[in-house]
Nanobody, 114 residues
Framework: QVQLVESGGGLVQPGGSLRLSCGAS????????MSWYRQAPGKEREPVAG????????SYADSVKGRFTISRDNVKSTVYLQMNSLKVEDTAVYYC???????WGRGTQVTVSS
């Protein structure tokens, strides 16, 4: 069955960096666009970044443009989110999602705090 497993979250100071990973299994990873979403306490889940199946096209929420980079390795069936210049308002649970079908990982907590 489809499985998505996020990792790489943690506690980081403002201005710091983290790299999230999402390992995929149970489907032909290279055939699907993938996305990262996040949900902060008391807020709705929101899209953060997306990447096409081959990796040639990416998109970002305005709030993370210039700071976050989405990428993928179709050999390793993994999608990444490099997060730089982190802000307190980036604190959230981060989820990866397969763009077709309602498939989500369980999420990884990112906390930005001094």
């Amino acid at each position: 069955q489809v499985q998505l497993v996020e990792s790489g979250g943690g506690l980081v100071q403002p201005g710091g960096s983290l790299r999230l990973s999402c390992g995929a299994s149970g489907f032909a990873f290279g055939a699907y666009a993938m996305s990262w979403y996040r949900q902060a306490p008391g807020k709705e889940r929101e899209p953060v970044a997306g990447i096409s199946a081959a990796g040639g096209t990416t998109s970002y929420a305005d709030s993370v443009k210039g700071r976050f980079t989405i990428s993928r390795d179709n050999v390793k069936s993994t999608v990444y989110l490099q997060m730089n210049s982190l802000k307190v308002e980036d604190t959230a649970v981060y989820y990866c999602k397969r763009n077709r079908g309602d498939y989500w990982g369980r999420g990884t907590q990112v906390t930005v705090s001094s």
